[in-house]
């Protein structure tokens, strides 16, 4: 039986996770395409086209109910997306202005989640670096006997 590539893919509730998907290969495209320094025009284009307004939506996690939580690989490449937006856009210009004001708005609400994930980030990292270090003991105390 033909399987095409555009076929709905259902979860376990029945409902198909198109629009979930999409929005993550939307994410991951924009952070690609605005990245490096040919990315300045689509980083100009894309705070004209008012995406701002999407992006934090999906950087602070306030999806619509119908879709699920942020996934990992998500939050990444939104916060490529950001510092992309913070390197290519020049700094006095009223895109970057408008950046910078959505990390000021409803009292810092964006950078508490910036220091949240790298809390998060640092915490995993800890734990991973004990992990090595306990399997470096490991190994050098089979080695001595």
């Keep these: 039986m033909f399987s095409s590539p555009f076929s709905f893919v259902y ?3 029945g409902k198909h996770r198109d629009k979930m998907q999409a929005r993550s290969r939307s ?3 924009l952070d690609y395409a605005m990245s490096g320094p040919a990315g300045s025009a689509c980083c100009e284009t894309f705070v004209e086209a ?3 307004k ?3 939506s999906t950087f602070m996690g306030k999806a619509s109910k119908k879709q699920h939580k ?3 690989e998500d939050t990444s490449h939104t916060l490529g997306i950001v510092s992309s937006l913070f390197s290519n856009l020049a700094s006095e210009s009223p895109a970057r202005i408008r ?3 959505k990390f000021v708005e ?3 609400e964006k950078v508490d989640k910036l220091l949240e994930i790298r809390d998060a980030a640092q915490g995993r990292l800890k734990q991973v670096d004990k992990e090595i270090d306990d399997k470096k003991k ?3 105390v089979c080695t001595s006997n």
């Design 27 to 29: 994410i991951k495209i």
């Design 11 to 13: 979860d376990a509730d």
């Design 138 to 140: 490991v190994r050098v």
């Design 99 to 101: 950046l910078l004001t």
């Design 106 to 108: 409803n009292t810092y």
């Design 50 to 52: 008012l995406g701002l």
């Design 70 to 72: 942020t996934l990992p």
């Design 54 to 56: 999407n992006l934090f």
